[in-house]
């Protein structure tokens, strides 16, 4: 198969939609971010790659991750961690509190804005304090990216920070059924600090191979989680990874997938590679828009997804 030529099909196929959808601004920091960008990498078993657009720039890798956090959570606590966090589709808004006001606090899934600070709060337990979970996280990153030099955007953990009210609405809510374990501010600050990494679609296609091969990375052979727990994140990636688009990425695209507001989407395909695409416009429901097309001509073209 031709990526490097279907990849580029693409690029030309998406330029209609520049102008429609609205980058994140409910982020000052996201708010003022070009509209008119976009990239698409893929990375296959060997390590070789083919990308479009401006596959080195870097953005905030936001949401996305939460399929890290969730990774490391799962490593460490195994199934204990469904007692804290469930794994079904919300059907709701990312930073949504309805639900957990009749569900006890307990958030449908890690990839809600609830789910993964409760994520976060599990991590922050196991390595005792926030500073040490932020240096794991990040730690994680590298060594899945393959990349040493993915750091954290300051200025964007910063300006989440100073409009935290709903992710702390959330945080406090949840403290308050004893769902959170550890103090608010340093959590909701930790959490951030993690959307605010900052990758470029090159490294983020790359961060994804572990889950396209049961757990080991195809390249170096790292194992990060085991078989059934590799096939567990890509089920929820699958389910809950668009929000309340879930069903819609699923119907469209077909494959595993991860969004965040700061226009990143990663995508699995088993057994062959992993995907990263990055427009900032964003749908109704915070996905890339741009970037959500973009796959859908991919699995098309290719006849690549899990169905
Ligand atoms: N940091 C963002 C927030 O908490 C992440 C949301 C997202 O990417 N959907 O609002």
């Known amino acids: 198969m031709d990526y490097q030529q279907i990849l580029q099909d693409i690029e030309i196929e998406i330029q209609p939609l520049f102008g429609k959808g609205k980058v994140a ?44 956090t969730f990774t490391m959570a799962l490593k460490y606590l195994g199934s204990e961690l469904y007692k804290r966090v469930g794994r079904e589709p919300s059907g709701n808004p990312f930073n949504s509190l309805v639900q957990l006001e009749y569900e006890n606090g307990i958030p449908r899934n890690p990839f809600i804005n609830a789910g993964a600070i409760v994520i976060t709060d599990t991590l922050i337990t196991h390595y005792k304090n926030d500073t040490a979970a932020f240096d794991a996280i990040v730690d994680f990153i590298r060594s899945i990216a393959d990349d040493e030099s993915i750091r954290m955007n300051v200025v964007v953990a910063g300006s989440e920070m100073e409009h935290a009210y709903r992710n702390l609405a959330l945080t406090n809510l949840m403290k308050s059924f004893g769902n959170i374990d550890n103090e608010a501010i340093k959590l909701v600050q930790t959490y951030f600090n ?84 990055w427009s900032p416009a964003l749908n109704e429901q915070g996905n890339s828009l741009i970037g959500t097309k973009a796959l859908e001509l991919f699995t098309t073209k290719t006849g690549l997804s899990i169905f």
């Open 25 to 68: 601004d409910y982020i000052p920091a996201l708010a003022d971010a070009d509209a008119g960008q976009f990239a698409m990498s893929i990375t296959l078993f060997d390590g070789s790659s083919y990308d479009v657009g401006a596959s080195d720039t870097l953005f905030s890798i936001q949401s996305i991750s939460k399929v890290f």
């Open 194 to 277: 993690h959307c605010a990494l900052e990758m470029n679609t090159k490294m983020l296609s790359r961060s994804m191979l572990y889950l396209a091969n049961h757990g080991v990375d195809p390249i170096n052979n790292k194992a990060y989680v085991t078989k059934a727990q590799a096939k567990r994140i890509n089920a929820v990636m699958l389910t809950c990874g668009h929000y309340d688009a879930s069903g819609d990425f699923a119907f469209k695209v077909g494959v595993p997938g991860k969004s965040g507001v700061g226009g990143g989407i990663v995508a699995v395909i088993p057994q062959k590679m992993g995907i990263c695409v």
